[in-house]
């Protein structure tokens, strides 16, 4: 899993909660991803940062908030509009700009809404 | 808009048998193909990659993929399946001029048995 952490590794949110997911990277890259599994739906893009400050939405943003304040941090934040958050959560980064470079992957989070 | 497809949710091979995993894809300019290997409950590891040049790519673990352009295919293989190559199996692609994202398939579960 690289040097990318997460956390926590499970966490159980009651219906109206808000949640705050940790990634935190030591790999010097510039950009930053956050991506929502479902079993069978594969990998979709919640936001993604190319740099500090600055994030753009993915293709399933609603109901998720992020923030960019350092460039090893990219928290993730599930709010109560988003409407079935119970999922595998994964974090990544990669050199910004770089087409031809792999991303890498934290060891993700699972989510459970009780 | 850039796509992935996966066309096999499960593909059993015996151990010591060769193996394929299908992935096909659709971009409107110069793709950028990777090979990613989940195992239960972990964050995704990167296999393989095709920028450019050589159609045949070899990648970690003994793995390999064919590039075909005619056929927009990138298929990953293996000359002889272990047990341990038990996982699921994600095919990506990022477009030219697409800033850093991914898309990806669905996911190809292996299972490899004696």
């Known amino acids: 899993d690289g040097g990318i952490t997460q956390s926590p590794k499970y966490l159980f949110r009651k219906e109206g909660q808000n949640v705050t997911l940790s990634c935190e990277q030591n790999?010097?890259?510039?950009?930053m991803y956050w991506y929502r599994q479902d079993p069978g739906q594969g990998l979709r893009l919640i936001y993604y940062s190319q740099i500090v400050n600055d994030f753009q939405k993915g293709d399933i943003a609603e109901g998720y908030s992020v923030s960019r304040e350092k460039k090893e941090s990219f928290p993730l934040t599930v709010t109560s509009a988003q409407k079935n958050p119970t999922a595998f959560y994964l974090c990544?980064?990669?050199?910004?700009?770089?087409?031809?470079?792999?991303?890498?992957f934290g060891p993700g989070t699972r989510l459970t809404v009780l | 808009a850039q796509s992935v497809a996966q066309p096999e949710d499960q593909v059993n091979v015996a151990e010591g048998n060769p193996l394929t995993v299908k992935c096909t894809y659709s971009v409107s300019g110069n793709p950028y193909l990777f090979w990613y290997v989940q195992y239960p409950n972990r964050g995704l590891q990167f296999l393989l990659k095709?920028?450019?040049?050589?159609?045949l790519v070899k990648g970690s673990y003994g793995f390999e993929a064919e590039f075909n352009k005619s056929q927009t295919s990138f298929h990953l293989k293996k000359p002889s399946a272990l047990v341990s190559d038990s996982a699921l199996y994600f095919c990506a692609v990022r477009e030219t001029g697409t800033a850093s994202k991914l898309t990806f398939g669905t996911g190809t579960r292996l299972q490899v048995t004696l």
């Open positions: 095709y920028i450019t040049g050589d159609n």
């Open positions: 790999l010097n890259h510039d950009a």
């Open positions: 990544a980064s990669g050199p910004s700009g770089g087409r031809y470079n792999e991303q890498f």
